[in-house]
């Protein structure tokens, strides 16, 4: 089974702010795909069948900081590779809207993803990170957990459907093939393979 992580924050209140972009990705891809989603450990997780492929997706439900925990349950429980795993989260680091992949390395300061690596010893994790930008002013905390502004949400809304993209081409392809696609095509269509 390949493995597709989300991370956010649960909670009404941590919907649509900027920390919970994984989450609202991983809603997006079980829509595209038709996986229910139900409880499963410290997360919510549903499994289905992508073009020939085992799939699960997984939003841990333990706040982002412990987002580890989830990831580690389901990796153990089904036995997931760190090859087959993906995971989507924000990134204060890029730009707004703009979508990144890699194949591995650090957390780059990122919490939720720093417990995964730390939990599963390893560091060489797939990802998919979605630029929040970094506040103008005050403090992180606050910023990453405020919702985007008008002018902000159709960038938000292009790079949402960019990273399922992205997660559905790394899945089908492997990640080298969405690295190319999707990092060097930002806001154009990649040719369709």
């Not at 702010?17 to 809603?27: E, I, K, P, Q, Y």
């Not at 073009?51 to 389901?74: I, W």
């Not at 919702?147 to 790079?159: K, N, S």
Request: with cysteine; proline share 4%; hydrophobic share 40%.
């Amino acid at each position: 089974m390949k493995l597709i992580v989300g991370l956010g924050n649960p909670g009404r209140q941590y919907e649509r702010t900027r920390h919970n972009l994984g989450f609202m990705v991983a809603d997006r891809l079980a829509a595209r795909w038709s996986i229910g989603l139900g409880t499963f450990g410290s997360g919510v997780f549903g499994k289905g069948n992508v073009s020939g492929q085992s799939v699960g997706l997984l939003k841990p439900m333990t706040f982002m900081n412990r987002s580890g925990q989830a990831v580690l349950e389901v990796v153990q429980f089904y036995k997931v590779p760190l090859s087959d795993l993906l995971v989507v989260y924000d990134e204060l680091d890029l730009p707004i809207g703009k979508v990144r992949m890699r194949a591995g390395g650090s957390a780059g300061g990122h919490k939720g993803m720093q417990d995964i690596i730390n939990r599963l010893g390893d560091d060489a994790i797939a990802r998919v990170r979605i630029g929040i930008d970094k506040p103008k002013h005050g403090d992180t905390v606050s910023y990453v957990l405020t919702g985007f502004t008008v002018d902000e949400q159709p960038l938000v809304e292009t790079a949402l459907d960019w990273a399922a993209d992205a997660a559905e081409c790394w899945l089908k392809e492997g990640p080298d093939a969405a690295m190319n696609r999707y990092n060097r095509n930002q806001g154009t269509q990649p040719e369709q393979t």
